[in-house]
């Protein structure tokens, strides 16, 4: 992150590199907030991402919030606390708002200081953690489910990938430290899409030790063979489909997305 950078240095060290464009991959206040992307309009220096209006609203997840409520996008039920509030009295803050929640700084990135609380002493601690890092916490109904993360360029989608981190929450460790954490392609990411459609047929009541390795009740072993069929065909199908798109758009879509980032 460029939390800690200050923005002389950062203005003197691109004037003298004497840059055409700037790639942007920082991470964090400054980084990505609109100020640097600012900084990079007042030299007219151009940059890739996102503008400035864009780059601090998203950093800002309360008015990022009020905007997806605005435009009737859903998102999950929230709200703020700020660091002058009394930790003692979390009760009457959280009220009925009940657990498990999502607590994260209001204006950081990168997951930082994002914690699960599942009991008001989880989240006094939580709350506590928050305030080293930012003025105001976001406080918001944990959703389960799986962690998808899409690129965007220009209205284009580039692709989705699944993340399965080691613990229950992809937070800053997840994304950084932690070695376990994976990361699935769009290939996989259907794969398990159609395991867990497997999992909720009438036929078909459990799933296939094709992909994840998870305890199965004992089965026949012909139904198991069956299913184990039945997943890797339809496997097969969606790798073959998926392949003649391919062949088909990326020197098209390989020529457009350079001519974007150019």
């Given at each position: 992150?460029?939390?800690?950078?200050?923005?002389?240095?950062?203005?003197?060290?691109?004037?003298?590199?004497?840059?055409?464009?700037?790639?942007?991959?920082?991470?964090?206040?400054?980084?990505?907030?609109?100020?640097?992307?600012?900084?990079?309009?007042?030299?007219?220096?151009?940059?890739?991402?996102?503008?400035?209006?864009?780059?601090?609203?998203?950093?800002?997840?309360?008015?990022?919030?009020?905007?997806?409520?605005?435009?009737?996008?859903?998102?999950?039920?929230?709200?703020?606390?700020?660091?002058t509030a009394d930790l003692a009295d979390v009760e009457s803050i959280h009220q009925h708002?009940?657990?498990?929640?999502?607590?994260?700084?209001?204006?950081?990135?990168?997951?930082l200081a994002l914690t699960k609380a599942t009991s008001h002493s989880e989240l006094v601690?939580?709350?506590?953690?928050?305030?080293?890092?930012?003025?105001?916490?976001?406080?918001?109904?944990?959703?389960?489910?799986?962690?998808?993360?899409?690129?965007?360029?220009?209205?284009?989608?580039?692709?989705?990938?699944?993340?399965?981190?080691?613990?229950?929450?992809?937070?800053?460790?997840?994304?950084?430290?932690?070695?376990?954490?994976?990361?699935?392609?769009?290939?996989?990411?259907?794969?398990?899409?159609?395991?867990?459609?497997?999992?909720?047929?009438?036929?078909?009541?459990?799933?296939?030790?094709?992909?994840?390795?998870?305890?199965?009740?004992?089965?026949?072993?012909?139904?198991?063979?069956?299913?184990?069929?039945?997943?890797?065909?339809?496997?097969?199908?969606?790798?073959?489909?998926?392949?003649?798109?391919?062949?088909?758009?990326?020197?098209?879509?390989?020529?457009?997305?350079?001519?974007?980032l150019a």
């Amino acid at each position: 992150g460029a939390s800690g950078a200050d923005a002389a240095d950062v203005l003197r060290c691109i004037r003298q590199a004497r840059v055409d464009v700037v790639f942007v991959a920082l991470h964090g206040r400054m980084g990505e907030d609109g100020c640097l992307q600012g900084l990079l309009e007042l030299e007219k220096i151009p940059y890739t991402g996102s503008g400035v209006l864009a780059s601090a609203l998203a950093m800002d997840k309360l008015k990022a919030k009020e905007l997806f409520l605005l435009h009737n996008i859903p998102t999950p039920p929230f709200y703020t606390v700020p660091a002058t509030a009394d930790l003692a009295d979390v009760e009457s803050i959280h009220q009925h708002f009940g657990f498990p929640v999502i607590v994260k700084p209001r204006a950081e990135g990168s997951s930082l200081a994002l914690t699960k609380a599942t009991s008001h002493s989880e989240l006094v601690r939580a709350l506590a953690r928050v305030f080293e890092f930012d003025d105001w916490a976001l406080v918001e109904r944990y959703v389960a489910g799986a962690e998808v993360t899409v690129g965007i360029l220009n209205g284009q989608v580039l692709g989705a990938i699944e993340v399965c981190p080691a613990g229950e929450i992809y937070d800053n460790h997840s994304k950084y430290n932690a070695a376990d954490t994976q990361y699935f392609g769009p290939l996989e990411f259907l794969l398990n899409a159609v395991d867990w459609a497997l999992q909720d047929s009438t036929l078909m009541q459990i799933r296939s030790r094709a992909h994840f390795n998870r305890t199965l009740p004992p089965l026949e072993q012909a139904d198991q063979q069956r299913i184990e069929y039945l997943n890797y065909a339809i496997a097969l199908l969606l790798l073959a489909g998926l392949f003649g798109l391919w062949r088909f758009s990326r020197r098209r879509h390989l020529t457009r997305l350079l001519e974007e980032l150019a």
